[in-house]
């Protein structure tokens, strides 16, 4: 059964600092991996997809990298801001349940 | 930009009433999906579908029923509520072939649902 676990569950740096979120999963064989921000009492937002060929995504200040045979991708943010605050999560889609399996999510508190 | 659309962000019914949630996309995509979110629970696929009329359970598919008459349009029917289906509720959609790993999934505003 894949399971997705994220490191640290909460964070708190403050404005300016470059961060990593980890994402750990226990399956390797997976189509894709995404992930998502969500704000307080909202949907969530789509930042980065990662196909399993591939090894990393950017936009803008985030950069996604997937290592699929280690079962690990991670999120990088560049020079973090207040409004990067949210839920950040990731989910794989594939493995023996062919669903996309989300993680528990880190919150992140960027301090001004 | 993909846009997903749900009727309601905030939703209060009584116990027993039939409850009905729903959902639109403007992408053209084949699948659509219903989660909820629980703290302590993250999110839990309920239903979707890869086609007009077409629907597979998710993972916890009890107590409620969906509906695709149009490829756009994925509704979520709770028949009978209850409390313990006091939940947010996500929409979603992406592109893709079911067992061939769907693309992007983009997600609705969610609608917070309370059962008397």
């Known amino acids: 059964k894949q399971e997705v676990t994220q490191i640290p569950a909460a964070l708190s740096v403050p404005e300016g600092e470059n961060l990593v979120l980890n994402c750990s999963f226990t399956d390797s064989a997976i189509y894709n991996l995404q992930w998502f921000r969500q704000d307080p009492g909202k949907g969530l937002t789509s930042l980065l997809l990662?196909?399993?060929?591939?090894r990393e995504q950017t936009s803008g200040r985030l950069n996604a990298s997937l290592d699929k045979s280690s079962g690990r991708s991670t999120l990088y943010i560049a020079a973090s801001q207040p409004g990067d605050s949210a839920t950040y999560l990731c989910a794989v889609n594939g493995g023996a349940t062919n669903k996309l399996i989300f993680g528990t999510g880190t919150l992140l508190a960027v301090q001004p | 930009d993909v846009k997903v659309t749900q009727s309601s962000r905030y939703l209060v019914k009584r116990t027993g009433e039939k409850v009905f949630l729903e959902c639109v996309q403007d992408?053209?995509?084949?699948?659509m999906f219903w989660y909820r979110q629980d703290p302590g629970l993250g999110l839990r696929l309920i239903y979707f579908?890869?086609?007009?009329?077409?629907?597979e359970k998710g993972d916890i598919p009890e107590g409620y029923s969906v509906s695709r008459e149009k490829k756009e349009r994925f509704s979520l029917i709770l028949e009978s509520a209850s409390t313990n289906q006091t939940s947010m509720y996500l929409c979603a959609s992406s592109n893709g072939k079911w067992r061939e790993g769907w693309n992007e999934q983009f997600f609705g505003p969610g609608t917070r649902l309370t059962v008397l």
């Open positions: 992408m053209d995509h084949e699948n």
């Open positions: 990662i196909q399993s060929s591939q």
């Open positions: 579908s890869y086609d007009v009329k077409m629907k």
